[in-house]
């Protein structure tokens, strides 16, 4: 399985930035997607991830700082995944990874339990 995320940049607060994760090499029909952020001196923070099980629905779960501005989508002709980054603010500011965890249905927040990791893609939010 590898992942390869891409669409960071640089935005102003306020502004929406959309991140891509690509994945190849796995078809399982039950695994979850976790998008992370990690600063300096930190560890990495999961801000959304989605559950896929049976190929018909998926949920997504975000953590309260994200809430409400963060959404997660698919498009599984492209295999990819997608982090939707809304009324961004300087503290979003961090380095972004995708990262899958395998058969495996449910939510998990910590970034050591899962299995795969994408490089990270940077995004700095200006005040």
């Known amino acids: 399985v590898q992942l390869q995320a891409s669409g960071g940049g640089w935005v102003q607060a306020g502004g929406s930035l959309r991140l891509a994760c690509v994945y190849s090499g796995y078809t399982s029909s039950q695994y979850v997607m976790g998008w992370f952020r990690q600063v300096p001196g930190k560890e990495r923070e999961f801000v959304g991830g989605?559950?896929?099980?049976?190929?018909?629905?998926?949920?997504?779960d975000f953590p309260a700082s994200v809430k409400g501005r963060f959404t997660i989508s698919r498009d599984d002709t492209k295999n990819t995944v997608y982090l939707h980054m809304n009324n961004l603010k300087p503290e979003d500011t961090a380095v972004y990874y995708c990262a899958a965890k395998l058969n495996f249905y449910g939510v998990e927040l910590s970034a050591a339990k899962y299995d795969v990791w994408g490089q990270g893609t940077q995004v700095t939010v200006s005040s």
């Open positions: 989605f559950r896929w099980r049976g190929g018909v629905a998926y949920y997504a």
